[in-house]
């Protein structure tokens, strides 16, 4: 169902994208979306395009797209506003018309908020991924992650705590959920609890508020009768050191369960088209309805983290999430078509480069076959007749012309 404002621009309610804005970046610090030229009137309004599945990844990959088209140095501050306002121009406004100006048709939503929304979910990702032994940056996951311990003779706590270290925006926390705190005991008498704060008021009613950060919490506390004394008492640690000693899966996932259900403040259930005739049939005509685009992608991500897994992009320049499901072959290695031909492209050269070194070396043929692929020469191998004809060419062409090359051959390089 699709809702215009005045006739300008109009928001579908089943996934809270604005359609009809064109965007631009006003002052440096502000994405300005104004109607499009097909949005004079009511009649014109454009057809909403359609929805393009598990966009929260393509978000959470901004800053390192950005940082790979930087050269791999990291994303620099145009670089990230140029990859997040390409991503504006493709999906739209991230918090619907929450931003929408009293005198004029036009959305302004501030460059910050969505520095901070693309860094929570980015590093919400990662962070799961590097919580099962995935290959991530631990800095980047550290910079967000940490782990507080405490223990005495009779009781032991533990707190696994994602704090981005950001204060949402007030259009950013029109998307979020209001602090809370949830728990219970469990039988052996350790007590589970989940915090977050939205940066704006106290999870417990009246109580102060001394950090305005977004932060989510859970914490066990357990009788040390039980567990014992911790290993590591009165401490806090960031959560790569925790990974090397104990088990984080199951507390990162909790972590990842609360901030993508508190991200969710613009999804609710309802019927997307009540002027629907009553007893007719209509695809998806209860279900939910969102106000926000940075809700419903963050939806996406916690249906998607209820029947997929995540990985990391397998080229070593980047550090993409993607994600593995029933739909996509569990073999899939490569966030882009660019990453498999860069990383495949970095993987030639250097197996041309151990090759040469062997060669050099004055090694047989069979030798610099295995440095150069990591194999030994078989002829059972359906490779076999493929490699070898590359590891020919590199010999024939590049290593046997050069000076070094010509004084291998003359003490037996590459003999068969």
Request: proline share 5%; hydrophobic share 40%.
């Amino acid at each position: 169902m699709e809702f215009c404002f005045d006739g300008v621009m109009k928001l579908d309610n089943r996934t809270g994208r604005v359609v009809g804005a064109d965007v631009r970046v006003e002052g440096g610090d502000t994405f300005l979306f104004t109607p499009g030229p097909a949005s004079d009137g009511l009649g014109a309004m454009p057809k909403a395009p359609e929805v393009k599945r598990e966009a929260f990844l393509d978000f959470a990959r901004v800053r390192a797209d950005a940082a790979l088209k930087s050269g791999g140095e990291g994303a620099s501050g145009n670089a990230l506003v140029e990859g997040l306002l390409a991503f504006a121009v493709e999906h739209g406004p991230l918090f619907g018309f929450a931003g929408l100006s009293d005198d004029a048709p036009e959305i302004r939503e501030p460059v910050s908020d969505w520095v901070s929304a693309q860094l929570v979910m980015e590093r919400a990702l990662k962070a799961e991924v590097f919580s099962r032994g995935g290959e991530v940056d631990a800095s980047e996951i550290d910079a967000c992650f940490r782990v507080e311990a405490y223990a005495d003779d009779e009781v032991g706590y533990w707190a696994y705590v994602f704090d981005p270290g950001i204060a949402p925006g007030e259009l950013y926390r029109t998307c979020l959920k209001p602090s809370s705190v949830d728990g219970y005991t469990a039988e052996d008498g350790s007590i589970l609890r989940s915090y977050w704060i939205d940066g704006c008021t106290s999870p417990v009613p009246g109580a102060p508020l001394y950090d305005a950060g977004m932060i989510a919490q859970f914490v066990t506390v357990y009788p040390a009768e039980v567990f014992g004394r911790a290993p590591w008492p009165d401490a806090i640690l960031p959560l790569s050191v925790v990974r090397g000693r104990a088990e984080v899966e199951a507390e990162v996932a909790s972590l990842l369960k609360i901030v993508a259900g508190k991200h969710t403040g613009g999804v609710s259930l309802d019927f997307r088209n009540p002027m629907s005739a009553v007893g007719a049939w209509e695809e998806g005509a209860y279900g939910i309805v969102c106000t926000s685009y940075l809700s419903y992608m963050w939806h996406e991500l916690a249906q998607a983290y209820t029947r997929s897994a995540f990985r990391v992009c397998a080229n070593p320049k980047c550090e993409n999430v993607i994600s593995i499901n029933e739909e996509t072959s569990s073999g899939k290695r490569f966030c882009s078509e660019r990453c498999r031909a860069q990383a495949n492209n970095a993987k030639l050269s250097a197996q041309n480069a151990r090759a040469r070194e062997a060669f050099y070396a004055c090694k047989d043929y069979a030798e610099i076959y295995r440095e150069a692929f990591g194999k030994a020469l078989s002829f059972k191998d359906p490779e076999r007749a493929k490699l070898c004809k590359r590891l020919d060419r590199w010999i024939e062409k590049d290593f046997a012309k050069t000076a070094r090359g010509k004084s291998a051959l003359k003490q037996g390089a590459a003999s068969r």
